[in-house]
Nanobody, 123 residues
Framework: QVQLVESGGGLVQPGGSLRLSCAAS????????MSWFRQTPGKGRDLVAR????????NYADSVKDRFTISRDSAKNTVFLQMNSLKPEDTAVYYC????????????????WGQGTQVTVSS
């Protein structure tokens, strides 16, 4: 059974920081690209950040560049999203996603999803 479990969400004031974690099980972690998406009622689910299977490549939505950092720990089968300088517009449910990376930049198979964790940025 493939399972992704997010944690670390919560309430934070603008300018604050949070670190989200996503623990993966049921997969060979090193074969999967990992991503963070976020969903708001008005904008749907959008890609926030992605990291390649080996951690050698990352990409970010323009709205979070220079503020968010995605990383992964192969020993813990966990991907992280460090969120700094948070803004109210970052408020969303954040989802972890995993998809098999067959070779560099080529994703195949099912896209697995976690249950989501709420991030609220408010004063």
């Amino acid at each position: 059974q493939v399972q992704l479990v997010e944690s670390g969400g919560g309430l934070v004031q603008p300018g604050g920081s949070l670190r989200l974690s996503c623990a993966a099980s049921g997969v060979t972690f090193g074969l999967y690209a990992m991503s963070w998406f976020r969903q708001t009622p008005g904008k749907g689910r959008d890609l926030v950040a992605r990291i390649s299977r080996d951690g050698g490549s990352t990409n970010y939505a323009d709205s979070v560049k220079d503020r968010f950092t995605i990383s992964r720990d192969s020993a813990k089968n966990t991907v992280f999203l460090q969120m700094n300088s948070l803004k109210p517009e970052d408020t969303a449910v954040y989802y972890c996603s995993a998809r098999r990376e067959f070779s560099t930049g080529i994703l195949i198979g099912s896209d697995y999803w976690g249950q989501g964790t709420q991030v609220t940025v408010s004063s």
